[in-house]
């Protein structure tokens, strides 16, 4: 499976099903039978059996009845109401350290801390790419050149379609911005320490930041702070596009003045952030236009807007990995090239080719061992420096608030709102039931539909409490644990570097893996059926096959929403969408995800329904995750930005293909048509309007596959069971989660959202979610040693106070630095006892630093929590 930080592609996702009978009426027994007496004798009065106390069954699906989300901009307002009472969550990604200081010390709060949020400036990277030969040798605003697929040269003009001047078109200027930036000026002055410095496209608390940090250091201490070089190279580059700098210090070009237009968020620190780089431009001599504004107000520039209209430069970007993401690579893809997301900035990404194929690669894990794995990683975080389509600021340590009373489970990346678990754990303490009001900094951000809908951090803590998933991330470690699927078969091709840990997934290796000649390996857009590996009529190998059992009981426990029953045709639904956007001869087809479908192309081999009922499913391909529990593919019908019913899908796809609504804002403005909400809007009209239209025929979609599955009997119940819903509901939008969309107030921004009675598994299967195990660590050793003495130093690791169990942990790793900041060792310590490890540095070892100051730093990494813990130390070498 494809590695995609929040993606619209093949990926596992949730389910629900009927609630156990603890939840309906006990029957009242009926009378004992009166035996008649003889006809001279008085009958006695009959009496009553006693009526049993009914037994207490226990609660399944969410503890709590109802959440209303509702949203609050400022930080400090936010943890007030807390603080006094009025709201229970807070689930808003604070970053500020007065409030942590206060929350800590209040009894009447709980701190959740969290290590998955950062800060970024995104660049609209727009340029106009010309043929060579009709560009004039006199021409200004060149600022690149390339050759096409076709073997065409090209040459690039940093101009919008207006044609003033982008300097962020070129790539120099871009790369510049990371000396111009101070980035421990930020964590330290505008972040109150709770933060740090972060010059790369991975996370300072996940596994390949410590995998790398020898390359990390060297490239922080290239890329550190230099206003002078970021200077020198912005001014050769304007230079060399036309532009001049007059007599009052200001770039113009073409006559007019240089004006830079910031997007500046108002939630935050980004507020700070993005006002000291304006004030960094116009040090560099730039004239500069500061747009302030809220989430959804900014995204009408940078995710719904066209960047050629050079309405907009730069924004202050923010990112939460809601998961503890345990293998990065395929943040180069997401980050750097137009596979990553189907909106128009994106498709302005122009990677070299070395870089766009070295991110393919590392995506899809394409790599014959580690060894490998770790030059291409390599060469991407420094090409990705030089790209700088964004500039990293900092990796945040981020915390939320809540009511000393609540109990919720939070993801040690993502914290609350970006837990998968908080739905399926929240609620207070010792208690069932009850309402829960949940703020946050925006909601209804932006439209909801499962296939390409809002991908706000804001509306998916909401649309994921309402459908499920074939698995769970553990919010401590990031791997995988079964909540629809039962269980699962990882095979691999001999030599594949690929690990197991949990006992739900089996793992095991094949010299060859053949694909069967009746899966399906292709989708035929014209005649809207799938393609078997026979049809093509050759051999397919495969380097990774994943085989899932789901339960028996399946489709008896899992209901949508609306009252229908899960069914195999859901599962197959969204496989054809899968492929059906992406062909050019589908009426669906969107140009936004076809670059996104051409590299999952590369690496797809197969797909085989072994079984219906129970439903066990065959996956084959040449990608894979480093753990066999990440590679399991489940093929659940989540979109990436909900989960879906077919005949839910089915109505989207009517209103597209009749080009009256798109499921991606990018087709959307291609078509002129509303991006497709199923929640709230115009697009309610036009949704409503296929639904009588597929009631009334009882439609079935692609019908030349789905019509094998579903019969017509129960497409007519699937329609009246969705039609019956609209009308009671007002929305067109089903799952199978724990809780149901109830009410949605577009307006006031606020959404309602309750308990979903036939959701079938106990409250408290999550409930061992409880704390992380994080480790402390220090380091004990001289502050002073002679080189040719050696030196020992101590680390000491803890949780709790206490040592860190040694089965727990999985490598403490030392660093060692120079006066420059270079490293110049690297290796492992030595278990000493439980909780203490020992660093004996050599005589060689301290020469190569040289007299002056030095830095040890150490980091451990736990088999409990894939968050690595870090410490540093200063020491003087002597003579």
Known sequence: MRKKFIVWAVVAALVLGALAACEKATPTPTEAPEEKPPATEAAPEPTKAPEPTPTPQPRTGAWVDEVTFITETDDVAGYEQVKGGLVDVYAFTIGNPDIYKEAKANPDVKVLEFFGVYNELTFNTYK??????????????????????EGVEETAICEFDNGQLNPFGNKKIR??????????????????????????????????????????????????????????????????????????????????????????????????????????????????????????????????????????????????????????????????????????????????????????????????????????????????????????????????????????????????????????????????????????????SDPWNPVGGSNAIYDAQVYRALGSQGVLPDPFTGLAWPYRIERAEVVAQTGTPITKTLDWVTLEFQDEIVVPEDAWVDWDAKEQRFITAGELGEQRTARIKSVVYYPEDLYDTVKWHDGSSFDIADVIMGLILTFDRGKPDSPIFDESYQGDFESFLSVFKGVRIVSEQPLVIEWYT????????????????????????????????????????????????????????????????????????????????????????????????????????????????????PFYLDKVFPVEKTVVIKRFEDFPDPADRWLRFSEPMLADVTIEGPARVRAAEGATFEVVITFKGEPYPANEIAAVKYLLFNAEGNVVATGDATMAEEGRYTIELTADQL???????????????????????????????LP
């Open 622 to 737: 040449d990608s894979f995750q480093l753990d066999a529990e990440l590679t399991v593919t489940t093929l659940w019908p989540q979109y990436g930005f909900g989960e879906g019913a077919w005949h839910m899908i089915a109505l989207g796809v009517l209103a597209e293909q009749n080009e009256e609504l798109a499921f991606t804002a990018d087709k959307a403005d291609a078509l002129g048509v509303e991006w497709m909400s199923y929640i709230a809007g115009p697009s309610l009209e036009i949704l409503a309007k296929y639904l009588d239209q597929a009631a009334n025929e009882g439609f079935i979609p692609y019908a030349n596959v789905l019509g094998q599955y579903i019969t017509a009997e129960e497409a007519q119940q699937r329609w009246a069971n969705y039609k019956a819903w609209y009308e009671k509901m007002g929305h067109f939008w089903i799952g199978t989660g």
């Open 128 to 149: 106009q790419w010309k043929p060579t030969e009709e560009v004039a040798e006199d021409a200004t605003g060149i600022c690149g050149t390339r050759t096409t697929d």
């Open 847 to 877: 020469g190569e630093l040289g007299v002056g100051a030095a830095r040890l730093e150490v980091a451990v990494t736990s088999k409990a929590v894939s968050i690595p813990s870090l410490s540093s130390v200063e020491f003087l070498v």
């Open 175 to 444: 790369e510049a911005m990371n000396w111009l930036v101070d980035r421990d000026y930020i964590a330290r002055e505008i972040m109150g320490g709770l933060a740090t410095p972060k010059y790369l496209p991975i996370t300072s608390a996940f596994p390949d930041y410590a995998r790398y940090i020898d390359k990390v250091r060297e490239l922080e201490a290239k890329y550190a702070y230099n206003f002078d070089k970021a200077k020198e190279v912005v001014t050769a580059e304007m230079e060399a596009m036309g532009a001049t700098l007059n007599e009052e210090g200001i770039w113009t070009y073409n006559g007019e003045p240089v004006e830079i237009v910031v997007l500046i968020r108002t939630e935050d620190e980004r507020k700070e952030i993005g006002d000291y780089f304006a004030n960094q431009l116009e040090a560099l001599g730039f004239q500069v236009k500061r747009h302030y504004g809220t989430f959804s107000e900014l995204g009408a520039f940078w995710i719904r807007g066209n960047p050629a209209e050079g309405t907009w430069h730069a924004y202050t970007g923010g990112w939460i990995t809601t998961v503890v993401s345990r293998d990065q690579g395929g943040n180069f893809e997401f980050f750097y090239t137009p596979r990553g997301i189907g909106i128009a900035l994106w498709q302005t990404y122009d990677p070299g080719p070395e870089f766009d194929k070295i991110s393919e690669r590392l995506a899809n894990n394409d790599f014959k061992d580690i060894a490998e794995r770790d030059e291409l990683f390599r060469q991407a975080l420094e090409l990705a420096l030089q790209e700088s389509v964004r500039i990293w600021l900092v990796d945040q340590k981020s915390f939320s608030v809540v009511r000393n009373d609540i109990e919720v489970a939070y993801d040690l990346a993502g914290g609350v709102s970006g837990a998968w678990l908080w739905p399926l754990t929240l609620r207070r303490t010792g208690q069932e039931g009850g309402s829960i009001t949940w703020l946050n900094a925006d909601v209804l």
